[in-house]
């Protein structure tokens, strides 16, 4: 069980155990969240962009044949972090699938750790009668032959865990997990800070009384930073995200569509936090590459959403029509997604 692995952990360390260490174990453990929950889609405990609406991985699809053709025109890899369901990238498919040079020239892979969804992603691979032989899955991108190469990872990042620090007389402390025996329970505690790694990175936030890092995503992102910065390639991040941390912990628990207690339900419940993309923009620029930023609805906009809308709606019946425009005000709307997820777009320069 995930919880007597975490209070496992707990018992071989002397200070509790990092809200990292604790989230690594409730999502990703074999046991964990990701591994036993069916989290996505309407009856999830969320629902990502591209299972709102076709409309998203139609616009990405032809953003991505669009920069094929201009920067490539040839063999190359088409590499998807995290893929789901696998929604997105059947949707950028079906849309290019009418470009025959694009298609020939195709390398498909999807870049995934967890079994339970990869089944989910052959399943709907073959629902839509495409050839399995054609995609290729893998747990990490190193292990993909470095060529001309587009990545792309939609709400990938926000699944990795965070650390948590607050300052308490002007000296930073970590919050890490301990569990108490007697009314079996985790709680809180705070302690000093074991790595000189961190140390450095808190002093970015000097001018806030809490900190919230990931570590873990910053690696990952740079891995692709360094991947890209060998070969010709683009990578396209789309996540809920802050350029400026906002001042609190952005840290949630989502359990049945409602908050919840981090500390509760280990392995049961969803854990996300938002993308801190000015640590992305910063790693991307040590590598030298270009960067482009900015949110969800001017990157549809820009990209031929109201169009694509307009013709998907020639074809539809009144009932379909209404989905279509509910579908494309939730994508857009300034309130929440449109404004609140980011695109940010990495190449070489
Ligand atoms: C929040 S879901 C997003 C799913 C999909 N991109 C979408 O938009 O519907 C996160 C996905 O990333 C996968 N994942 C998380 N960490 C990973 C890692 N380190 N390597 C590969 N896949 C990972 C999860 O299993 C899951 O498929």
């Given amino acids: 069980m995930v919880n007597k692995k975490i209070i496992n952990e707990i018992s071989k360390s002397n200070r509790g155990i990092s809200i ?23 009856s ?18 032809l953003y991505i044949y669009n920069i094929w053709k201009e920067k490539f025109n040839n063999n190359f890899n088409l590499i998807e972090l995290g893929p789901g369901k696998g929604s997105l990238l059947l949707d950028i498919l079906r849309i290019t699938k009418g470009f025959s040079k694009f298609k020939e020239n195709l390398n498909i892979y999807l870049i995934e750790i967890n079994k339970t969804l990869i089944n989910k992603q052959k399943k709907n691979i073959l ?28 709400e990938f990042f926000d699944c ?36 000189d790694k961190t140390i450095i990175k808190l002093s970015n936030y000097s001018t806030n009384d809490i900190a919230e890092i990931s570590n873990q995503s910053e690696e990952y992102f740079e891995s692709i930073c360094k991947f890209i910065s060998k070969i010709q390639g683009v990578f396209i991040i789309i996540d809920y995200g802050y350029y400026d941390f906002p001042g609190h912990f952005t840290l949630q628990a989502i359990l049945n569509h409602k908050y919840s207690n981090l500390l509760d339900n280990p392995g049961k419940q969803d854990i996300s936090s ?76």
């Avoid at 990502?48 to 699809?61: K, V």
């Avoid at 948590?164 to 000093?192: A, C, G, L, M, P």
Wanted: glycine letters at 4%; aromatic letters at 14%; a neutral charge.
């Fill in 160 to 195: 990795f865990p965070v650390r948590h620090f607050v300052k308490r007389n002007n000296k930073w402390k970590e919050k890490v997990i301990n569990y108490n025996e007697d009314e079996k329970k985790f709680y809180y505690q705070f302690e000093d800070i074991d790595d």
């Fill in 274 to 349: 938002l993308v801190n993309f000015k640590s992305f923009i910063k790693i991307a620029k040590n590598y030298d590459l270009s960067v482009e930023y900015l949110n969800q609805k001017e990157f549809l906009e820009n990209h031929g959403i109201v169009k694509r809308k307009e013709s998907l709606k020639k074809v539809a019946n009144e009932e379909t029509k209404i989905e279509i425009e509910n579908a494309f005000s939730r994508l857009l709307n300034e309130k929440n997604m449109g404004s609140d997820f980011k695109f940010l777009i990495i190449s070489n320069k």
């Fill in 127 to 154: 629902f839509n009668k495409l050839d399995l032989q054609k995609f290729q899955w893998n747990s990490n991108i190193s292990n993909i032959e470095k060529k001309n190469s587009i990545i792309i990872a939609n």
């Fill in 44 to 61: 999830g405990d969320f629902i990502t962009a591209p299972e709102i609406s076709q409309l998203f991985g139609e616009i990405i699809g």
């Fill in 20 to 42: 990292e260490k604790y989230i690594n174990i409730c999502l990703f453990d074999t046991e964990g969240y990701y591994n036993n929950v069916n989290p996505l889609g309407k």
